[in-house]
C-alpha cells in the first residue's frame, strides 16, 4: 500500500456518516474507491483508515461499507432523523377508527 501526500481541509458537518475500526482496517482504499462522489480519501500514512473529508456530502448508499473485504472495519452511522421509527400508540389501536384526539 503505498502512502499518500495531500493537504485538505476536512468540510465542517454536523454528521459523522461513517465510522473505521484501525483494529480491522487493512488501508485497501476499497471503499474510497467504491464511493462515487469521493466522500473518501486515502489514509495518509501507512496503517491509517481512510479521511471522511466531505462527510456532509454522503448519501448513505452503504456502497463504502458493501466494498469492504473486512467485516466490521467501516460502518455507516445514520443521522438520528433518519433512525426514527413509527410506532403505534396502544390507547388509539383500541379505539374505534374516526375516534382520533
Ligand atoms: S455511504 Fe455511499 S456516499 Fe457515503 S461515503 Fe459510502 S459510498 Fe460514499
Ligand atoms: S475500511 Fe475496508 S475497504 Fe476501506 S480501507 Fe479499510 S479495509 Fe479497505
Redesign the pocket.
Known amino acids: 500500500m503505498s502512502e499518500y501526500r495531500y493537504t485538505v481541509e476536512v468540510t465542517a458537518s454536523s454528521v459523522s456518516?461513517?465510522a473505521f475500526d484501525p483494529s480491522r482496517c487493512i488501508g485497501c482504499c476499497r471503499c474510497v474507491e467504491?464511493?462515487?462522489?469521493d466522500?473518501?480519501l486515502p489514509p495518509q500514512r501507512k496503517g491509517g483508515v481512510p479521511r471522511v473529508v466531505w462527510p456532509g456530502e454522503?448519501?448513505?448508499?452503504?456502497?463504502?461499507?458493501m466494498e469492504c473485504p473486512q467485516k466490521g472495519a467501516i460502518r455507516?452511522r445514520h443521522p438520528l432523523m433518519n433512525q426514527a421509527r413509527f410506532v403505534e400508540r396502544a390507547s388509539l389501536r383500541d379505539e374505534a377508527p374516526g375516534k382520533l384526539p
Not at 467504491?34 to 462522489?37: G, L, M, S
Not at 454522503?58 to 461499507?65: F, L, N, S
Open positions: 456518516p461513517l467504491a464511493c462515487q462522489i466522500v473518501l454522503c448519501w448513505y448508499c452503504g456502497a463504502c461499507v455507516l
